[in-house]
């Protein structure tokens, strides 16, 4: 079996975590990458079948909600992104994939970016000449896109970067890592309600008032060099929403309960996961992390709701390749 020169290898798997969009203060533009759950993806090339035509079969999807997610290459957040840096670079191989889901869907856990980074990851892995991390974040942004109806970047860039990210814009791609407090953590709980991103967007009002512009904007910036002066004070005044919070917290059952019960010594604030229904609450250490997801986990269990909960330290590495098993 002979593949094109610039491919060295014919097989590679990548896992890609999952991740929290917008981080209260940064609609679209901030996301931080969470440690313990993601979604794995292996890639196999074969030369094409059709000449300078690829092709791209998704094989199987197991794990969570896997049965509730299309095989149609084009429809597929892994599969578009693959699609769109084969078509973007000039390659032509048939792809056999098969995606392994840890991320449940519409969690807002950052699911549909996981994919796609872990796709366009692995396939980076198989070329003598590896793309640069741009050239990845805006393919993976195809996939993105498929699933949520935009191309907002606060998923796929902190999956493929870890840490947390600024997207500052993403046409032309702009993004950086923003430098956190050594140690700053997490508690994440997750109702078993489902919320399709595309909707949670849709919800949201188009005019804002100007003096919230403002009041966010201050929050954004402070919440910015809070981090990156590891000045607590300032993260914890800044840690609010006021713009998206409100609007988006009736799809998710006992909200304003949960991020009450995050309230404690060391905890900047809790909000939402991305478009939801994950909840998480940011905290200066994975001890006071761990503290608030008992008490965050506590309301559904009072009320007999599963809940999906874990506490993590921030992890500074994203998306990575793995050596299948
Ligand atoms: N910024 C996106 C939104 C994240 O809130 O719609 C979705 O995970």
Redesign the pocket.
């Known amino acids: 079996m002979t593949l094109p020169g610039y491919f060295k290898n014919h097989k590679a798997s990548a896992f890609a975590p999952a991740t929290m969009?917008?981080m209260a203060v940064g609609?679209?533009i901030l996301g931080g990458t969470l440690s313990g759950v993601g979604d794995t993806v292996h890639l196999e090339l074969t030369p094409c079948r059709s000449p300078g035509q690829s092709s791209i079969v998704i094989e199987s999807i197991t794990g969570t909600d896997s049965d509730k997610l299309p095989l149609v290459a084009l429809e597929n957040t892994a599969g578009k992104a693959l699609i769109a840096l084969l078509a973007g670079e000039g390659l032509a191989v048939d792809v056999a994939v098969r995606i392994e889901k840890g991320i449940p869907l519409g969690s807002?856990l950052?699911g549909s970016a996981a994919s796609a980074v872990a796709a366009v990851v692995a396939m980076n892995a198989l070329l003598k000449e590896p793309l640069d991390q741009n050239k990845l974040i805006i393919y993976a942004l195809e996939g993105e896109a498929v699933a949520?109806g935009a191309k907002?970047a606060?998923?796929v860039t902190p999956c493929l970067l870890g840490g947390v990210v600024g997207v500052f814009s993403v046409e032309p791609l702009s993004v950086r890592s923003i430098p956190m407090p050594p140690g700053i953590s997490v508690a994440v709980v997750k109702p078993q309600v489902g919320i399709k991103?595309e909707e949670?967007?849709a919800l949201l009002g188009g005019e804002v008032e100007k003096s919230l512009v403002i009041k966010q904007q201050a929050r954004l910036a402070g919440f910015i060099v809070g981090c990156m002066s590891n000045d607590k004070v300032l993260i914890q005044e800044s840690f609010k929403d006021d713009w998206i919070e409100p609007q988006r917290k009736k799809l998710i059952p006992h909200f304003d309960e949960v991020k009450k019960a995050a309230d404690g010594d060391g905890v900047f604030g809790a909000s939402i996961s991305?478009?939801g229904p994950a909840i998480f609450a940011l905290c200066e250490d994975l001890n006071t992390a761990m503290k608030a997801l008992d008490r965050m986990k506590a309301v559904y269990d009072n009320v007999s709701m599963a809940s999906l909960a874990w506490a993590c330290e921030i992890p500074q590495t994203g998306a990575s390749v793995v050596t299948e098993v």
């Open positions: 969009g917008n609609f679209d807002g950052g949520s907002h606060d998923n991103t949670a967007r991305g478009a």
